[in-house]
């Protein structure tokens, strides 16, 4: 299979501040990178699609200068959490598409980030 | 825009006792994939369906997609402890993007 790492797994801010959150595909390319954000015990929702070397995709009521996505790699998009609000708590987790040998293209996830904004 | 939900939103069940988690989108799908959430993890590809009338086995489960591609349903039987977790159903329309549903969430008594 393919893995994703996301880094960090759980942060703490101060409000206002910004958090950075890291996706990593170790071991292919990804030219695309989906960014989710859960609530507890909820769905998963698309927040915004990340296309390497050119602007994201947001999803409607996403924010763009609020959640900001570089995707400057192959391997690597982030997402950047700007002026950080309470409301913005949550669990962030990003994925990759790939297609493992002779099998659909799936979805990879990272860990998640767990966002807590005091 | 496309909605996709799932029933029920929580199952709790007697181990050994069959389960049954219903997707149900707003529009014709392309394929629909199925994700297992384990509590604090993240989620984990299942499989994925297709065609019309598609089903598909997986041991225990067992996965089943409408005839209009509008549906979908995955039942397990017997369950195990080990099948605690939240299980998703996420549709693909025309676009490329995967629309999560509102997730399952099933407990197991042992």
């Known amino acids: 299979g393919a893995v994703v790492s996301q880094h960090p797994s759980r942060v703490i801010c101060k409000s206002g501040t910004s958090v950075k959150i890291e996706c990593r595909s170790l071991d292919f390319q990804a030219t695309t990178m989906f960014w989710y954000r859960q609530f507890p015990k909820q769905s998963l929702m698309l927040m915004a699609t990340s296309n390497e070397g050119s602007k994201a995709t947001y999803e409607q009521g996403v924010e763009k200068d609020k959640f900001l996505i570089n995707h400057a790699s192959l391997t690597l998009s982030t997402l950047t959490v700007t002026s950080a609000h309470p409301e913005d708590s949550s669990f962030y987790i990003c994925?990759?598409?790939?297609?493992?040998?002779?099998?659909?293209?799936?979805?990879?996830f990272g860990e998640g980030s767990r966002l807590t904004v005091l | 825009g496309q909605q996709v939900m799932q029933i029920p939103q929580y199952q709790h069940v007697q181990e050994g006792e069959d389960f049954t988690t219903y997707c149900n989108s707003s529009t014709t799908l392309s394929n629909i994939q199925w994700y297992k959430q384990r509590p604090g993890g993240h989620p984990v590809f299942l499989i994925q369906?297709?065609?019309?009338?598609e089903v598909k086995k997986q041991k225990r489960l067992t996965f089943q997609f409408g005839e209009a591609k509008k549906n979908s349903s995955l039942h397990i039987t017997a369950t195990q402890t080990t099948d605690v977790g939240t299980y998703f159903c996420?549709?693909?329309?025309?676009?490329?993007?995967?629309?999560f549903g509102s997730g399952t969430r099933l407990l197991v008594r042992p």
């Open positions: 996420a549709g693909r329309d025309s676009s490329y993007k995967l629309i």
């Open positions: 369906l297709v065609k019309s009338g």
């Open positions: 994925s990759a598409s790939y297609r493992v040998a002779g099998g659909p293209r799936e979805l990879f």
